[in-house]
Each structure stands twice: as structure tokens, then as C-alpha cells.
């Protein structure tokens, strides 16, 4: 291969002057951009709609950040087939080292234009700058590995030779992929999937959040730009409700890549599995969903380490990452001491506009807003002590970052994904209780243990049933290439996204001999 190896996007240093004007002005950039609207794309052509979704700051939801086309049911029945016959005419066909430079091509334009795209996310998803670049920074990320990593698959695999034949075995695409992501990284986990289908050979109809469809619109824009043919990506907004449903029951849609919630990649999987009419394929599908994430601190840990590393995984981004510290698990002798750390850490963080850049900004939107407000009372109800925070602030949806005590393992807190600053904190016996409430959930995404006992930290290793597992260090953060990131149980199909095994989870092998 000749290009060079692979390494993750630098993030930026707000402290430095430049790169704090810099990001002001790609805000004012962006505010000058509001209101612009999006079609749809489908057979690479841009299409009307009748019905449009508009996208709102959170932080101030009486702004419209723009909007996109709305598809009906029709027009998603349309994407599948002509994204279906792009593939079967053009696309399979295409050289897969050139798929590769189109994504290297679109990381040095997204790297040029990095704070432009961040300040979308500041505005449509409420990411301070500091979320928001990393949101670009692993997108970046993805282009960049997925590309050296097709580069790597697109050629003969090694197989075995045999006297007398010319044995060969090559990796080929499957058809037109499905692609569904969630809003909370609506550039990285959006451009992963959407790039890693893409760059395998697949045709893409993808369907974005409908709370996150600029920055998916703008990213489609780029990869246009970059070279990608039209036919080749269908952007087809849509209620998924409306449309989910269409896009994963098509007898021609070949699978499906779904990041979101368990209930809905549940239903995606009972879906996909049924048999359509004219269906020639058992579909396949790549599922990651939610999280109850826990961090287990003992009492050999610094104390001011672990209060640290709980605060910053609890309520980054306001707690809406999947990876998101939600459970603190902590042993009796310690549990008091490092609770009232964790509160008074927590009472220090600011919320506000995340143009602002604050700790905090709002959450998602008025649904997920009131949900959280729910879970708050729900564990007020079940005799959970509220330390901090638990109430909403004016202004746009945005709820205090909260820290509830004395919380037992079965509690709906303890147990349910909320999805925002709430921050459970369990009281287990020792450390072997610990490791019995870790593992005691329907999840298993990310987690972590702080210890100073070599012989706990190796069992953690052994014995915590998380697909991203991070010893004496936040929970939250995983890097492309380094961590490749997937969950066991109910958070998922355990893809390992931005690991080696991704992109063959896009293909399928096909062998060829020849006798001569
Ligand atoms: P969500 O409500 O499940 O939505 C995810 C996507 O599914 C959206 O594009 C949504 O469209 C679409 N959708 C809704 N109903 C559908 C249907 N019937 N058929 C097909 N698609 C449908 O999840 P979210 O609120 O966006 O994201 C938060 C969730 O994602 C959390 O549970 C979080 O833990 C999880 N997550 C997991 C990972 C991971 O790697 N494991 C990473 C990030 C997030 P609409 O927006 O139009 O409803």
C-alpha cells in the first residue's frame, strides 16, 4: 500500500487563540447557513417532496437550523430499486482502490472544512466545541481507516494452493445496504457506516435521524464533491416511523446497518429476518444499540481520579453517548467519600449554550427532555436519594446534570437507558458484589473498572461482559482504529466499528477455481 499507515485525527486545542478564532467563525458560518433546505437524492437526482422535516437547536428551539425533503413511502420504495440497479449495473463493478481514494479524498475535504461541520453539530445536536470536534475528528477517522482498509481487502485472499488448479478467493459486495443512523454522533457513526458500505461495493440509501438531517445532508454534499457518484448514495430523510419500515422490509435491500436504540433495532432484526416476495437473499443485519454503562471503583483507587473519570463520562455531551458512564458502582468502605466527590465536581459544571462552549449543553429534544425529567421522579419515587441537580432549566431542553444516591441494583435507574445527565450511584458490599452488578443488566457496551489490585483488574478483564472495556480510565472516548467499538447482549451485533473485522461484515467471499 502507498499511502501512509493510519493514524487518528489530532483534536483541536481551544486554548490556543487561532483555533478559538477559528471556531467562531465557522459558528458565524454556520448561523449564516440556517434555514437553507435540502432535497432529496435518489438515482442521483434531487427530488421533491411534498412534506419537509425541520431541524431545530436544542438549545434554543425557536431557531431552525434548515431543513431536508421528507420521502413518503413511495419515494423509499423508489430509492431501494433504483439504488438496487445501480449496483447490479455499475457499482459492483467499480474498482475497489478507487472507491478508496474517493473516501481519502473526502477525509482531506472534511479536514479542511473540520470546524465547519463541528459547528453544525454545536448548533443541530447542542455539542459543545470540544464534543463536536471529536464528532469530526473520528469521522475523519473512519474515512481514513476504511479506506486503507479496502486497499487491504481488494485483492486475492490467501487460500491454500492446489496441484493442477489456480485457486482464488475474492471479496465481493452484497447489493444496496440500508443505512440508519442515531442522532447523538450524526457525523462519525452516520459517515462510518454510511462510507464503510459505500466503500465495499454496496449502493446506500440512507435514512439519517430525522433530529440530526443538516449534518448528514452537508456530509452527502461532500462526498459528491469528493467524487462519489450520485447514484451511488440515495439521501432519503424520513420519518422512521414512516419509512423504516419500507426501507428494511424491500425484498431488494440486501442489509441493513442500524446504530439506535434496542427497541428499534430489535424490531429491525425480527423484520429483516422475514422472507419478502421476490426476496432472493437472507438479509443480513449489523445492529448496535443501547447501553447501561457502569464504572466500578474499589477502595485501593484515588478517590479525586475516580470522582474525575466518573463526571467526565457521565455527562459529556449530556450523557446521550451509548458508552455514557450511567451506573457508579462503588464498594461500601469507599461509596460516601467518592459519591460527595462526584457531587461536588458535578455542581462546578456549566450549562448554556454550547456556542457558548460549556461543559454542558441541552439535550436532544423535547421528548427525550421530558423522559429524563420522568426517570428523575421515577427514581424519586423508589426512595433514590437526588444529590444534585434533577430539574429542567429555561431557555431550550436542558435538564441539570444529576447525581442520584442510594440507588439498589434492580431500580429502573439502575437498570433502563436514560439517555442523558442522570448518574445512578450503587453501593455493592466488596468488590465481588461489584462485579455481580456490573455485569447485571440486559447490556453490555462499555464499562470500567478503577483499582489498584492487579488480581481485580485481570478478572475485570476476564469477567465483565462489555464489548468496550476500559481499565483505571473513563469510560467514554473510543478511538478508530484503537478501540474498535461493539457491545454484547442487547447492545448489539458486536460489529467492531473502526476495527479490522468491519468492513467484511459489508461483503461476502466468493471462490474461484480454475483447472487447467
Ligand atoms: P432510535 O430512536 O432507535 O433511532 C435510531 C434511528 O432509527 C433513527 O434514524 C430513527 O429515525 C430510526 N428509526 C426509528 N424507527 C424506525 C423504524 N421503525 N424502522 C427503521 N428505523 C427507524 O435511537 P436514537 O434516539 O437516534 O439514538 C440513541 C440510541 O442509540 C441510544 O439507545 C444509544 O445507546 C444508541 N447508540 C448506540 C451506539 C452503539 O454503537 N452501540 C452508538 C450511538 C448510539 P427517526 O429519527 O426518524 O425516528
Request: hydrophobic content about 40%; charged content about 25%.
Given at each position: 500500500?502507498?499511502?501512509?499507515?493510519?493514524?487518528?485525527?489530532?483534536?483541536?486545542?481551544?486554548?490556543?487563540?487561532?483555533?478559538?478564532?477559528?471556531?467562531?467563525?465557522?459558528?458565524?458560518?454556520?448561523?449564516?447557513?440556517?434555514?437553507?433546505h435540502?432535497?432529496?437524492?435518489?438515482?442521483?437526482?434531487?427530488?421533491?417532496?411534498?412534506?419537509?422535516?425541520?431541524s431545530y437547536?436544542?438549545?434554543?428551539?425557536?431557531?431552525?437550523?434548515?431543513?431536508?425533503?421528507?420521502?413518503n413511502?413511495?419515494q423509499?420504495?423508489?430509492?431501494?430499486?433504483?439504488?438496487?440497479?445501480?449496483?447490479q449495473?455499475?457499482?459492483?463493478?467499480?474498482?475497489?482502490?478507487?472507491?478508496?481514494?474517493?473516501?481519502?479524498?473526502?477525509?482531506?475535504?472534511?479536514?479542511?472544512?473540520?470546524?465547519?461541520?463541528?459547528a453544525?453539530?454545536?448548533?443541530e445536536?447542542?455539542?459543545?466545541?470540544?464534543?463536536?470536534?471529536?464528532?469530526?475528528?473520528?469521522?475523519?477517522?473512519?474515512?481514513?481507516?476504511?479506506?486503507r482498509?479496502m486497499?487491504?481487502?481488494?485483492r486475492?485472499?490467501?487460500?491454500?494452493p492446489?496441484?493442477?488448479?489456480?485457486n482464488?478467493l475474492y471479496?465481493?459486495?452484497?447489493?444496496?445496504?440500508?443505512?440508519?443512523?442515531?442522532?447523538?454522533?450524526?457525523?462519525?457513526?452516520?459517515?462510518?457506516?454510511?462510507?464503510?458500505?459505500?466503500?465495499?461495493?454496496?449502493?446506500?440509501?440512507?435514512?439519517?435521524?430525522?433530529?440530526a438531517?443538516?449534518?448528514?445532508?452537508?456530509?452527502?454534499?461532500?462526498?459528491?464533491?469528493?467524487?462519489?457518484?450520485?447514484?451511488?448514495?440515495?439521501?432519503?430523510?424520513?420519518?422512521?416511523?414512516?419509512?423504516?419500515?419500507?426501507?428494511?422490509?424491500?425484498?431488494?435491500?440486501?442489509?441493513?446497518?442500524?446504530?439506535?436504540?434496542?427497541?428499534?433495532?430489535?424490531?429491525?432484526?425480527?423484520?429483516?429476518a422475514?422472507?419478502?416476495?421476490?426476496?432472493?437473499?437472507?438479509?443480513?443485519?449489523i445492529?448496535?444499540?443501547?447501553?447501561?454503562?457502569?464504572?466500578?471503583?474499589?477502595?485501593?483507587?484515588?478517590?479525586?481520579?475516580?470522582?474525575?473519570?466518573?463526571?467526565?463520562?457521565?455527562?459529556?455531551?449530556?450523557?446521550?453517548?451509548?458508552?455514557?458512564?450511567s451506573?457508579?458502582?462503588?464498594v461500601?468502605?469507599i461509596?460516601?467519600e467518592?459519591?460527595?466527590?462526584?457531587?461536588?465536581?458535578?455542581?462546578?459544571?456549566?450549562?448554556?449554550h454550547?456556542?457558548?462552549?460549556?461543559?454542558?449543553?441541552?439535550?436532544?429534544?423535547?421528548?427525550?427532555?421530558?423522559?429524563?425529567?420522568?426517570?428523575?421522579?421515577?427514581?424519586k419515587?423508589?426512595?433514590?436519594?437526588?444529590m444534585?441537580?434533577?430539574k429542567?432549566i429555561?431557555?431550550?431542553?436542558?435538564?441539570?446534570p444529576?447525581?442520584?444516591?442510594?440507588?439498589?441494583?434492580?431500580?429502573?435507574?439502575?437498570?433502563?437507558?436514560?439517555?442523558?445527565?442522570v448518574?445512578?450511584?450503587?453501593?455493592?458490599?466488596?468488590?465481588?458484589?461489584?462485579?455481580?452488578i456490573f455485569?447485571g443488566?440486559?447490556?453490555?457496551?462499555?464499562?470500567?473498572?478503577?483499582?489498584?489490585?492487579?488480581?481485580?483488574?485481570?478478572?475485570?478483564?476476564?469477567?465483565?461482559h462489555v464489548?468496550?472495556?476500559?481499565?483505571?480510565?473513563?469510560?467514554?472516548?473510543?478511538?478508530?482504529?484503537?478501540?474498535?467499538?461493539?457491545?454484547?447482549?442487547?447492545?448489539?451485533?458486536?460489529?467492531?466499528?473502526?476495527?479490522?473485522d468491519?468492513?467484511?461484515?459489508?461483503?461476502q467471499?466468493?471462490?474461484?477455481?480454475e483447472?487447467?
Open positions: 500500500m502507498s499511502v501512509i499507515p493510519f493514524k487518528n485525527e489530532p483534536l483541536t486545542d481551544f486554548s490556543v487563540p487561532a483555533n478559538k478564532a477559528a471556531y467562531e467563525a465557522a459558528l458565524e458560518k454556520v448561523r449564516g447557513d440556517f434555514g437553507k435540502w432535497e432529496l437524492l435518489i438515482a442521483g437526482e434531487r427530488v421533491a417532496s411534498e412534506k419537509k422535516i425541520e437547536d436544542p438549545a434554543d428551539p425557536n431557531t431552525v437550523v434548515g431543513s431536508v425533503g421528507k420521502a413511502k413511495e423509499a420504495l423508489k430509492a431501494i430499486d433504483t439504488a438496487h440497479e445501480f449496483f449495473n455499475e457499482w459492483r463493478f467499480f474498482d475497489g482502490h478507487a472507491r478508496a481514494r474517493i473516501l481519502l479524498r473526502s477525509a482531506a475535504m472534511l479536514r479542511a472544512r473540520k470546524h465547519e461541520f463541528s453544525t453539530m454545536t448548533y445536536e447542542s455539542k459543545n466545541w470540544v464534543e463536536a470536534d471529536a464528532d469530526t475528528a473520528e469521522a475523519i477517522d473512519f474515512l481514513e481507516f476504511y479506506a482498509e486497499m487491504r481487502l481488494d486475492e485472499q490467501e487460500v491454500v492446489y496441484p493442477g488448479d489456480e482464488n471479496y465481493v459486495p452484497l447489493g444496496v445496504a440500508v443505512v440508519i443512523p442515531p442522532w447523538n454522533f450524526p457525523l462519525a457513526i452516520m459517515a462510518g457506516m454510511t462510507t464503510a458500505a459505500l466503500v465495499t461495493g454496496n449502493t446506500v440509501v440512507l435514512k439519517p435521524a430525522s433530529t438531517p443538516i449534518i448528514a445532508a452537508k456530509f452527502i454534499d461532500l462526498l459528491l464533491e469528493a467524487g462519489m457518484p450520485a447514484k451511488a448514495i440515495t439521501f432519503c430523510p424520513g420519518s422512521g416511523g414512516e419509512v423504516g419500515d419500507t426501507l428494511v422490509d424491500h425484498p431488494k435491500t440486501r442489509l441493513i446497518a442500524f446504530t439506535g436504540s434496542k427497541e428499534i433495532g430489535l424490531r429491525i432484526h425480527e423484520r429483516a422475514k422472507v419478502n416476495e421476490g426476496q432472493l437473499w437472507i438479509k443480513r443485519t445492529l448496535e444499540m443501547g447501553g447501561k454503562d457502569g464504572m466500578v471503583v474499589d477502595e485501593t483507587a484515588d478517590l479525586d481520579y475516580a470522582a474525575d473519570m466518573a463526571v467526565a463520562g457521565a455527562y459529556g455531551f449530556q450523557g446521550q453517548k451509548c458508552s455514557a458512564c451506573r457508579l458502582i462503588a461500601d468502605a461509596y460516601d467518592l459519591v460527595d466527590k462526584v457531587v461536588e465536581r458535578t455542581k462546578k459544571l456549566k450549562i448554556d454550547p456556542s457558548k462552549n460549556p461543559n454542558m449543553g441541552a439535550v436532544i429534544d423535547a421528548a427525550s427532555h421530558g423522559k429524563i425529567l420522568e426517570y428523575i421522579e421515577k427514581a419515587n423508589d426512595g433514590n436519594e437526588v444534585c441537580g434533577g429542567a429555561e431557555g431550550g431542553y436542558f435538564v441539570e444529576t447525581v442520584v444516591k442510594n440507588v439498589k441494583d434492580t431500580d429502573t435507574i439502575a437498570q433502563e437507558e436514560i439517555f442523558g445527565p448518574l445512578a450511584c450503587i453501593r455493592a458490599t466488596d468488590f465481588e458484589d461489584a462485579l455481580r455485569n443488566t440486559e447490556f453490555g457496551l462499555t464499562g470500567g473498572l478503577i483499582s489498584n489490585v492487579r488480581e481485580r483488574l485481570e478478572r475485570a478483564r476476564r469477567e465483565f464489548g468496550n472495556l476500559y481499565l483505571n480510565r473513563k469510560i467514554t472516548g473510543a478511538l478508530v482504529g484503537v478501540q474498535p467499538f461493539g457491545g454484547f447482549n442487547m447492545s448489539g451485533t458486536d460489529s467492531k466499528a473502526g476495527g479490522q468491519y468492513l467484511g461484515l459489508f461483503m467471499g466468493k471462490s474461484v477455481t483447472k487447467f
